[in-house]
């Protein structure tokens, strides 16, 4: 070998090493909390092909499923870098977010590691084919740090100068992963395409690899690059291609990857491993069963398992690769897209985190009934209220995880929430008598189901009593109310809703409004570029103002401003718009879904579309096209242009006080009009005459959510002389159909009525109060109403229009089609 030749392949193989160096190790809550889970869906999918059970502990007599393996793995990673203490690096830093386990002196640790050993941060020029700037810029974003301003240093420009003229191909992979973890500017963007072309272009065409004197390690490489930049022309086709490739070239029996033309660096090695399990599930493949369906292949991850790469005393590039490459495997396989390094890329992370904190209030849920089994002073009404506080939690973190536009967002939301879920605890004490208040307080009024509710908190003894001796039979009280008649109530916006600015608006780091509290200003945009504000809350500050507490779509950044028609709208069409024109300059498309998945056709800007109905898609309204497809109902993308008045979509504004009670354990009869009722003294009040302005319903402060939901042994359904009808009925909630068919119920009966008889048919859990023009859904298969100015509920509509009565008085025609939708 000629010496420059044999200088290039050292510079090469160094600089592989350098890759886990240059940039430079509590218990992860989550993860020990889900290692009781005994099974997934995706691991029963596993044993399909063959994929025997990791080897693992036993918990309780339950044997960890892969899935558990690599949880406890990347505990154990983390663990073994938490050590390092004062010497964690960039990588380290980069493994401890992803794995929810870094602390402020970690990240200061990480970020004096950036400082000192990257080469242009320290001083010096470009590392070796970009792998100082590689490993900086991921650490930095990791920790919350802008790589275009390192104490008055552009490392994201440093690294486009490079990306012009890259120095080596292992450049070019570097230095596009670098600038793939965020949005830096137009250089970088242009430089990011510019790399991207070049790479497909350096893809063997008949192979479907990329060529280098470690064809597995380069081509892990390029395909953990090119998965951070599916948006680009070419992209998708090259990993597709490539991924077949490596599954017919390099894929083991054993899980690993070789490169048998190539003995002196393609021999399957543990770094080979693990780099191309990352690159194959940052492309989306499922690492976790086998990529040939042959019962003598191991899954991927399971080989990076039988390693054990994160054990003590292993090489520190190799325990930070493995946990990154078991961090990437998880992310995939809970519906994460793309690689974990794309941290701004919108929703990226959204559906795996989502993942993440429902199965961490299922194993909360799972450790509060077994920590109650051997605890004699837990109550079984203390366990239920901590497992009702789990699933109140949940459903406060699933609505943000929803709002979430990037990755690093929806990350923070989830650890957050994951911290809440496992502070809950099983209270050992009786529950406090509620206090009376000495001081009457005005009631306020809250609207459900199109029923005007008048909650009086303060109660009397007596209905104390009441309440507390049905505490056995439901997770909260009934609201004490009395006969009072409310007038028009005091319009508010609604909480939980999406709003954009109309014109210039300033965020507060408090309601306390001065100038040195106040955070950003946004400035008045044109109706395409306005920002949107998830309202999380209302109130009045300190200086007499009504304000929101909102969180900004766009950055998560939280904080107050002032509120009001004057500086906000509603950013979702609601009303009964016929025709719309498309104003997004880059269009929009129809799809086949009401979740705007099943992508029909593109529309571009201009174009005008008939609308059949308006649907309710929890914050996210939706538009349904007369040809049956579905397009966005944001504000800042479409322009209504025809908008039809409906008597239907009005409110009741004049009220008449009602007495109803609530539906505990007698279900209603076969006669299909009304429910047998326990009455409690809850006051409410229908309201007959209409007004101009529709309200959406919002939860009723206290709603009775049984734990033991009371089973409908009767269903509505008609009798064999008696004249029937057919309404379909679908349920949805967490952007998923819980139910859907259809169900025959006697001539005259109501949308209630249908909705009793269809949870039956069904196998559904119901709850509600009231009956007839008083009717409130408080739960379906536990998803139940919240408190209320949470906009936390069930709604409800008929062939796509919102009725201005209750379910319980809306008399059904045959062929009518009700919606349930969950709302938070």
Same mark, same amino acid.
């Given at each position: 070998?000629?010496?420059?030749?044999?200088?290039?392949?050292?510079?090469?193989?160094?600089?592989?090493?350098?890759?886990?160096?240059?940039?430079?190790?509590?218990?992860?809550?989550?993860?020990?909390?889900?290692?009781?889970?005994?099974?997934?869906?995706?691991?029963?999918?596993?044993?399909?092909?063959?994929?025997?059970?990791?080897?693992?502990?036993?918990?309780?007599?339950?044997?960890?499923?892969?899935?558990?393996?690599?949880?406890?793995?990347?505990?154990?990673?983390?663990?073994?870098?938490?050590?390092?203490?004062?010497?964690?690096?960039?990588?380290?830093?980069?493994?401890?977010?992803?794995?929810?386990?870094?602390?402020?002196?970690?990240?200061?640790?990480?970020?004096?590691?950036?400082?000192?050993?990257?080469?242009?941060?320290?001083?010096?020029?470009?590392?070796?084919?970009?792998?100082?700037?590689?490993?900086?810029?991921?650490?930095?974003?990791?920790?919350?740090?802008?790589?275009?301003?390192?104490?008055?240093?552009?490392?994201?420009?440093?690294?486009?100068?490079?990306?012009?003229?890259?120095?080596?191909?292992?450049?070019?992979?570097?230095?596009?992963?670098?600038?793939?973890?965020?949005?830096?500017?137009?250089?970088?963007?242009?430089?990011?395409?510019?790399?991207?072309?070049?790479?497909?272009?350096?893809?063997?065409?008949?192979?479907?690899?990329?060529?280098?004197?470690?064809?597995?390690?380069?081509?892990?490489?390029?395909?953990?690059?090119?998965?951070?930049?599916?948006?680009?022309?070419?992209?998708?086709?090259?990993?597709?291609?490539?991924?077949?490739?490596?599954?017919?070239?390099?894929?083991?029996?054993?899980?690993?990857?070789?490169?048998?033309?190539?003995?002196?660096?393609?021999?399957?090695?543990?770094?080979?491993?693990?780099?191309?399990?990352?690159?194959?599930?940052?492309?989306?493949?499922?690492?976790?069963?086998?990529?040939?369906?042959?019962?003598?292949?191991?899954?991927?991850?399971?080989?990076?398992?039988?390693?054990?790469?994160?054990?003590?005393?292993?090489?520190?590039?190799?325990?930070?690769?493995?946990?990154?490459?078991?961090?990437?495997?998880?992310?995939?396989?809970?519906?994460?897209?793309?690689?974990?390094?794309?941290?701004?890329?919108?929703?990226?992370?959204?559906?795996?985190?989502?993942?993440?904190?429902?199965?961490?209030?299922?194993?909360?849920?799972?450790?509060?009934?077994?920590?109650?089994?051997?605890?004699?002073?837990?109550?079984?009404?203390?366990?239920?209220?901590?497992?009702?506080?789990?699933?109140?939690?949940?459903?406060?973190?699933?609505?943000?995880?929803?709002?979430?536009?990037?990755?690093?967002?929806?990350?923070?939301?989830?650890?957050?929430?994951?911290?809440?879920?496992?502070?809950?605890?099983?209270?050992?004490?009786?529950?406090?008598?509620?206090?009376?208040?000495?001081?009457?307080?005005?009631?306020?009024?809250?609207?459900?189901?199109?029923?005007?509710?008048?909650?009086?908190?303060?109660?009397?003894?007596?209905?104390?009593?009441?309440?507390?001796?049905?505490?056995?039979?439901?997770?909260?009280?009934?609201?004490?109310?009395?006969?009072?008649?409310?007038?028009?109530?005091?319009?508010?916006?609604?909480?939980?809703?999406?709003?954009?600015?109309?014109?210039?608006?300033?965020?507060?780091?408090?309601?306390?409004?001065?100038?040195?509290?106040?955070?950003?200003?946004?400035?008045?945009?044109?109706?395409?570029?306005?920002?949107?504000?998830?309202?999380?809350?209302?109130?009045?500050?300190?200086?007499?103002?009504?304000?929101?507490?909102?969180?900004?779509?766009?950055?998560?950044?939280?904080?107050?401003?002032?509120?009001?028609?004057?500086?906000?709208?509603?950013?979702?069409?609601?009303?009964?718009?016929?025709?719309?024109?498309?104003?997004?300059?880059?269009?929009?498309?129809?799809?086949?879904?009401?979740?705007?998945?099943?992508?029909?056709?593109?529309?571009?800007?201009?174009?005008?579309?008939?609308?059949?109905?308006?649907?309710?898609?929890?914050?996210?309204?939706?538009?349904?096209?007369?040809?049956?497809?579905?397009?966005?109902?944001?504000?800042?993308?479409?322009?209504?242009?025809?908008?039809?008045?409906?008597?239907?979509?009005?409110?009741?504004?004049?009220? &008449? $006080? @009602? /007495?109803?009670? *609530?539906? #505990?354990? =007698?279900?209603?009869? !076969? %006669?299909? +009009? &009304? $429910? @047998? /009722?326990?009455? *409690?003294? #809850?006051? =409410?009040?229908?309201? !007959? %005459?209409? +007004?101009?302005?529709? /309200?959406?319903?919002?939860?009723?402060?206290?709603?009775?959510?049984?734990?033991?939901?009371?089973?409908? /042994?009767?269903?509505?359904?008609?009798?064999?002389?008696?004249?029937?009808?057919?309404?379909?009925?679908?349920?949805?909630?967490?952007?998923?159909?819980?139910?859907?068919?259809?169900?025959?119920?006697?001539?005259?009966?109501?949308?209630?009525?249908?909705?009793?008889?269809?949870?039956?048919?069904?196998?559904?859990?119901?709850?509600?109060?009231?009956?007839?023009?008083?009717?409130?859904?408080?739960?379906?298969?536990?998803?139940?109403?919240?408190?209320?100015?949470?906009?936390?509920?069930?709604?409800?509509?008929?062939?796509?229009?919102?009725?201005?009565?209750?379910?319980?008085?809306?008399?059904?025609?045959?062929?009518?089609?009700?919606?349930?939708?969950?709302?938070?």
């Amino acid at each position: 070998m000629k010496r420059k030749k044999f200088l290039y392949w050292f510079s090469i193989v160094l600089g592989i090493f350098l890759i886990f160096s240059s940039g430079g190790n509590s218990s992860r809550a989550d993860a020990a909390s889900r290692a009781d889970v005994a099974s997934r869906a995706d691991v029963a999918s596993a044993y399909n092909y063959g994929l025997t059970k990791a080897k693992g502990p036993k918990i309780n007599s339950e044997v960890y499923t892969v899935s558990d393996a690599v949880d406890s793995a990347i505990s154990a990673g983390l663990a073994e870098i938490a050590q390092k203490g004062p010497k964690i690096d960039a990588w380290d830093a980069t493994c401890l977010v992803f794995g929810d386990r870094i602390t402020d002196s970690q990240a200061q640790y990480a970020y004096e590691s950036i400082l000192k050993n990257n080469d242009f941060l320290s001083g010096g020029s470009q590392g070796l084919n970009g792998i100082s700037d590689v490993s900086a810029v991921n650490g930095l974003v990791a920790i919350g740090k802008d790589p275009t301003n390192v104490n008055g240093k552009n490392l994201v420009a440093n690294i486009v100068k490079d990306a012009n003229n890259p120095a080596s191909n292992y450049s070019i992979v570097n230095d596009l992963e670098a600038l793939s973890t965020g949005s830096y500017g137009q250089a970088s963007e242009t430089a990011r395409t510019s790399l991207t072309k070049k790479l497909i272009g350096m893809q063997d065409q008949k192979t479907g690899l990329w060529n280098g004197f470690d064809k597995v390690d380069y081509t892990a490489r390029a395909i953990l690059a090119l998965s951070m930049n599916t948006n680009q022309p070419g992209v998708a086709e090259a990993l597709n291609t490539a991924v077949k490739a490596v599954i017919n070239h390099f894929y083991q029996k054993n899980g690993g990857f070789a490169d048998s033309s190539n003995t002196m660096y393609g021999a399957e090695n543990a770094y080979n491993d693990v780099i191309m399990t990352n690159a194959l599930a940052s492309a989306g493949v499922n690492v976790y069963v086998p990529l040939k369906e042959k019962t003598d292949y191991i899954a991927p991850v399971q080989r990076v398992l039988d390693q054990h790469l994160v054990s003590a005393g292993n090489h520190a590039m190799l325990i930070q690769q493995a946990t990154l490459a078991l961090e990437q495997a998880r992310f995939t396989r809970n519906g994460g897209k793309g690689s974990i390094f794309a941290f701004n890329q919108t929703d990226a992370a959204k559906p795996g985190e989502i993942v993440n904190i429902k199965d961490a209030a299922i194993a909360k849920k799972r450790s509060i009934i077994r920590s109650s089994i051997s605890d004699p002073q837990a109550t079984a009404a203390a366990v239920n209220d901590a497992i009702n506080l789990v699933d109140k939690i949940l459903v406060t973190y699933l609505s943000k995880l929803r709002a979430d536009s990037t990755s690093s967002a929806a990350i923070a939301d989830r650890a957050a929430g994951v911290k809440e879920l496992n502070n809950v605890t099983v209270s050992h004490a009786a529950p406090a008598t509620p206090v009376t208040p000495a001081t009457p307080v005005t009631p306020p009024t809250v609207t459900n189901n199109n029923v005007t509710v008048v909650n009086n908190p303060a109660s009397s003894s007596s209905a104390s009593s009441s309440s507390s001796a049905t505490s056995t039979s439901s997770s909260s009280s009934v609201p004490i109310s009395t006969p009072t008649v409310s007038g028009k109530p005091v319009k508010k916006a609604s909480h939980r809703s999406i709003v954009y600015a109309l014109t210039t608006v300033k965020l507060y780091r408090s309601s306390n409004f001065t100038k040195s509290n106040l955070t950003k200003t946004y400035k008045k945009r044109a109706r395409i570029n306005r920002p949107m504000f998830l309202v999380i809350s209302q109130q009045t500050n300190k200086q007499g103002h009504a304000i929101y507490r909102v969180k900004d779509m766009n950055s998560g950044k939280t904080g107050y401003t002032l509120s009001g028609s004057k500086y906000f709208a509603h950013a979702y069409y609601s009303a009964k718009v016929t025709r719309i024109k498309v104003i997004n300059p880059k269009g929009i498309n129809e799809y086949g879904k009401v979740n705007l998945t099943s992508k029909k056709r593109h529309v571009k800007k201009n174009a005008s579309l008939s609308v059949r109905k308006v649907v309710n898609y929890g914050l996210y309204n939706r538009m349904q096209l007369t040809n049956g497809r579905y397009i966005t109902a944001n504000k800042k993308l479409i322009l209504a242009t025809k908008i039809k008045k409906s008597s239907q979509n009005t409110r009741p504004s004049t009220p &008449t $006080a @009602t /007495t109803t009670g *609530t539906s #505990t354990s =007698t279900p209603p009869t !076969n %006669s299909g +009009s &009304t $429910a @047998t /009722t326990a009455t *409690t003294g #809850t006051t =409410t009040t229908t309201n !007959n %005459s209409p +007004s101009a302005t529709p /309200t959406l319903p919002v939860a009723l402060t206290n709603p009775v959510a049984l734990t033991n939901p009371v089973a409908l /042994t009767n269903p509505v359904t008609p009798s064999n002389d008696a004249k029937t009808i057919t309404t379909t009925i679908s349920i949805h909630a967490d952007g998923a159909t819980i139910a859907s068919g259809s169900i025959k119920v006697s001539s005259g009966a109501s949308a209630f009525d249908a909705l009793q008889a269809f949870a039956q048919q069904q196998g559904l859990a119901l709850t509600y109060k009231g009956s007839g023009a008083t009717t409130y859904v408080t739960g379906i298969n536990g998803y139940n109403a919240g408190p209320a100015g949470t906009m936390t509920g069930w709604l409800y509509s008929v062939n796509g229009t919102v009725p201005g009565s209750s379910m319980g008085a809306y008399t059904l025609k045959d062929g009518d089609s009700i919606s349930m939708t969950y709302n938070k």
